[in-house]
């Protein structure tokens, strides 16, 4: 899943009503003409050198879940409830914002999410999964199939993903989405968001840009809805 701002999203949501129209469409069209695994190409990326983990909690359809799939790719380590990561982890209980400042935290000590449904988060027992650094994500869309368009309903591997590119390393973020025929369009759905994101120092500056970039949003959105129908969603779980 991925950790938005804790009791925001509400309001964040009624900030942002329509800016990405014109991209969710493009995007959406193209990801409809692409299925199976992605092509190879020079533009891949490179794999991790640092660990990365995952806490699944067999929330979600296993044919459907993206952290799943990198397990199956040897591209994500299983952890168990009440092991302990000492690197960071992505999760809904973190008190600040992944940021630039979190780039040696990971290299030294890794990265990790925790694979649960927003729909079951009453009952994740998040005080089993422990970091000594915690850590939320700022706004930012899923292009996954089954949340797409949606603010903060990212998979295991767009939560990755964003944290990788957050934290410059940008090459291990494409890497990680190359493995998903869809993964491109999270980059590009969310490229103005995650490269304010990328320019800032701490916790407090991806805020800070968070705020402004949704101000942006605002007053740059379109006419047209934003997100897909409602009849175009299958369900809510955000661990695919």
Known sequence: MAPGKKGARGKLN??????YAERLEDLRVQSSEES????????????????????????CDPKKCSGRKLLRHNLIK??????????LVLSP?????????DKDIIEKYGLAVIDCSWAKIDETPFGRMKSPHPRLLPFLVAANPINYGKPYQLSCVEALA??????????????Y????????????LNSEALDMYAACTDSKSVIEAQEKYLVLAESE????KMWPSSDSETESDTSK
């Open 177 to 188: 989405l190359s493995k998903f025929s869809w993964g491109h369009s999270f980059l590009e």
């Open 36 to 59: 199976g695994e992605s092509t190879d190409s020079d533009d891949e990326g490179v794999e991790a050198t640092f660990a990365v983990s995952m806490w699944d909690l067999n929330h």
């Open 93 to 101: 209980v973190g008190t600040q914002c992944v940021s630039p400042n």
């Open 221 to 224: 959105k379109d006419t047209r």
């Open 162 to 175: 964003a944290a990788m590119f957050i934290t410059d390393h940008k090459k291990e973020a494409k890497f």
């Open 78 to 87: 299983n952890l168990k409830l009440g092991q302990k990561f000492q690197g």
């Open 14 to 19: 009624q900030h942002v009503e329509r800016n």
